[in-house]
T-cell receptor, first 117, second 113 residues
Framework: AQKVTQAQTEISVVEKEDVTLDCVYE???????LFWYKQPPSGELVFLIR??????QNEISGRYSWNFQKSTSSFNFTITASQVVDSAVYFC??????????????FGQGTELSVKP | ETGVTQTPRHLVMGMTNKKSLKCEQH?????MYWYKQSAKKPLELMFV???????ENNSVPSRFSPECPNSSHLFLHLHTLQPEDSALYLC????????????FGPGTRLLVL
């Protein structure tokens, strides 16, 4: 069965520290997609990244970077020089393909990141 | 308005009330979703609509009734809810249902007394 595990329930850092959020997934599909979403206190899930299983190139977007390791089934997310505005719950998700239904997102439990000034 | 909008943002209702949640997407997408997010639990997919047809219903109790009159609008009709139905209800949309990115609205925080 498809599964996403975010082992870190809560992380607390001080501003300007780097922080890595872990995500480990399980799937039998050969083609799949991985996602990261940010949920600030307002509640809306903000899309951050979508990664195809065939593309193992790491990605950097400003202070955000993602490390995709197919060999260890991990898709970790690093925030460099964290800021208070980064405080939020971060969700990792895996897209599962179901015949006749299409894609379905499997979410991890989320990691609550608190960045203190 | 841009993206995905949801109204109301907050709702308090009694167990005998009937209310509706509304979702509207301005992205030209063809698929829309309802999710439930309870405290300390992962997001639960409730319903999926593709081109206004329901393609998935994850064994959701009949006190939740979805409606998708067109590809831009999605409703969730609520009646005789229970206190355990108190949660954040999130709407999302995507271009299709083939593993495309889902874009979420701000959610409706529902409290059932």
């Amino acid at each position: 069965a498809q599964k996403v595990t975010q082992a870190q329930t809560e992380i607390s850092v001080v501003e300007k520290e780097d922080v890595t959020l872990d995500c480990v997934y399980e799937t039998r599909d050969t083609t799949y997609y991985l996602f990261w979403y940010k949920q600030p206190p307002s509640g809306e899930l903000v899309f951050l990244i979508r990664r195809n299983s065939f593309d193992e190139q790491n990605e950097i977007s400003g202070r955000y970077s993602w490390n995709f390791q197919k060999s260890t089934s991990s898709f970790n997310f690093t925030i460099t020089a964290s800021q208070v505005v980064d405080s939020a719950v971060y969700f990792c998700a895996l897209s599962e393909w179901i015949y006749n239904q299409g894609g379905k997102l499997i979410f991890g439990q989320g990691t609550e990141l608190s960045v203190k000034p | 308005e841009t993206g995905v909008t949801q109204t109301p943002r907050h709702l308090v209702m009694g167990m005998t009330n009937k209310k509706s949640l509304k979702c509207e997407q301005h992205l030209g997408h063809n698929a829309m979703y309802w999710y439930k997010q309870s405290a300390k639990k992962p997001l639960e997919l409730m319903f999926v609509y593709s081109l206004e047809e329901r393609v998935e219903n994850n064994s959701v109790p009949s006190r939740f009734s979805p409606e998708c009159p067109n590809s831009s609008h999605l409703f969730l009709h609520l009646h005789t809810l229970q206190p355990e139905d108190s949660a954040l209800y999130l709407c999302a949309s995507s271009l299709g249902t083939s593993q495309e990115t889902q874009y979420f609205g701000p959610g409706t925080r529902l409290l059932v007394l």
